[in-house]
């Protein structure tokens, strides 16, 4: 679980500087969702790849790296890119965290079931035995 987990955050730091990235060199909106899906196939390839078989496990690895992703875009966004809106009410700062942990919950659910893992491997069939 802590492998899966240390590899999971570095994959939602990464697609985090993806997405800064996006934000920094294009005007089209719509290219945003390239980094993120990255990131999503990314999130589910690591989660398939460490054999996670609960799925609470799955769901929490995979919202973290989701959320922590969009979280560091929007932070960058806000404090960054737009220092000058600070002055505005927080609510209108609410909205765009809220969606993100949504985002990353639904997504998240949908990795999690996606990446199932049986507990047991399926064995491997031998050569000398015909089907």
């Not at 987990?5 to 719509?30: E, F, M, N, P, Y």
């Not at 390839?45 to 799925?55: D, E, F, M, N």
Request: proline share 5%.
């Amino acid at each position: 679980m802590r492998n899966a987990l240390s590899t999971i955050a570095v994959i939602g730091i990464l697609g985090g500087a993806a997405l800064i990235a996006t934000v920094l060199t294009s005007t089209r909106g719509q290219l945003i969702l390239i980094p993120y899906v990255l990131t999503v196939v990314a999130c589910g390839y690591a989660l398939r790849a460490t054999r996670l078989t609960h799925y609470a496990h799955r769901f929490w690895t995979a919202f973290v790296a989701l959320s922590s992703a969009l979280l560091l875009a929007e932070s960058y966004i806000v404090f960054v890119i737009k220092p000058g809106h600070l002055q505005r009410a927080m609510s209108s700062y609410l909205w765009p965290v809220v969606f993100a942990v949504a985002t990353s919950a639904i997504v998240g659910a949908v990795l999690a079931r996606v990446t199932a893992v049986s507990a047991m491997p399926t064995p491997a069939r031998r050569a000398d035995t015909a089907p």
